[in-house]
T-cell receptor, first 112, second 113 residues
Framework: EAGVTQSPTHLIKTRGQQVTLRCSPI?????VYWYQQALGLGLQFLLW???????NRGNFPPRFSGRQFPNYSSELNVNALELEDSALYLC???????????FGSGTRLTVV | AQSVTQPDIHITVSEGASLELRCNYS??????LFWYVQSPGQGLQLLLK??????LVQGIKGFEAEFKRSQSSFNLRKPSVHWSDAAEYFC???????????FGGGTRLMVKP
């Protein structure tokens, strides 16, 4: 069974640019979660998508957005990049609850 | 709202020694609790989980954790640490609806030869 796949693995962007990160969940999982792991700030919940709808978002500005496609894959978009957006962005999928969540290997974003 | 505290930011143990990583949670109901491990530059791997039943749960890689409701704790243990266990460990709790994980700040484990 393929795990959660994220692309790209690394990218470098300039401040003010826009970026799109992609996530493919495990087959059969309808929920996708996005987390930001910035240096020194731990794992912060960003967004939760389920059945194509945004169900919940963390305490992030509106320039962080995303969507979920009919095949349950998901994109995370970040507009007007700032230096502090540099982080590892992790995607997880799952039925949630007591089954837990399976994480991908992440996308390392560096903003210069 | 739920919260998780991992009191130890860094821990160093000698290879072959025992290990205990602490986790305290705050949650109004019976929690679903998880431990994840993250190797440098990698994603998170689930070590073990607790949601009901036996309070001592076994996980992968020889890890176990004990749920103690009276102490609001879910500490992770391993009887003999291997150098490959050096990583960052995260404790997490999921909310009522089972749809949002809240993580502790993590504990970085270093293993001395």
């Amino acid at each position: 069974e393929a795990g959660v796949t994220q692309s790209p693995t690394h990218l470098i962007k300039t401040r003010g640019q826009q970026v799109t990160l992609r996530c493919s969940p495990i087959s059969g999982h309808t929920s996708v979660y996005w987390y930001q792991q910035a240096l020194g700030l731990g794992l912060q919940f960003l967004l939760w998508y389920d059945e194509g709808e945004e169900r919940n978002r963390g305490n992030f500005p509106p320039r962080f957005s995303g969507r979920q496609f009919p095949n349950y894959s998901s994109e995370l978009n970040v507009n007007a990049l700032e230096l502090e957006d540099s982080a590892l962005y992790l995607c997880a999928s799952g039925p949630g609850g007591d089954y837990g969540y399976t994480f991908g290997s992440g996308t390392r974003l560096t903003v210069v | 709202a739920q919260s998780v505290t991992q009191p130890d930011i860094h821990i160093t143990v000698s290879e072959g020694a025992s290990l205990e990583l602490r986790c305290n949670y705050s949650y109004g109901a019976t929690p679903y609790l998880f431990w994840y491990v993250q190797s440098p530059g990698q994603g998170l791997q689930l070590l073990l989980k607790y949601f009901s039943g036996d309070t001592l749960v076994q996980g992968i890689k020889g890890f176990e954790a004990e749920f103690k409701r009276s102490q609001s704790s879910f500490n992770l243990r391993k009887p003999s640490v291997h150098w490959s266990d050096a990583a960052e460990y995260f404790c997490a709790v999921v909310n009522n609806a089972g749809n949002m994980l809240t993580f502790g700040g993590g504990t970085r484990l270093m293993v001395k030869p």
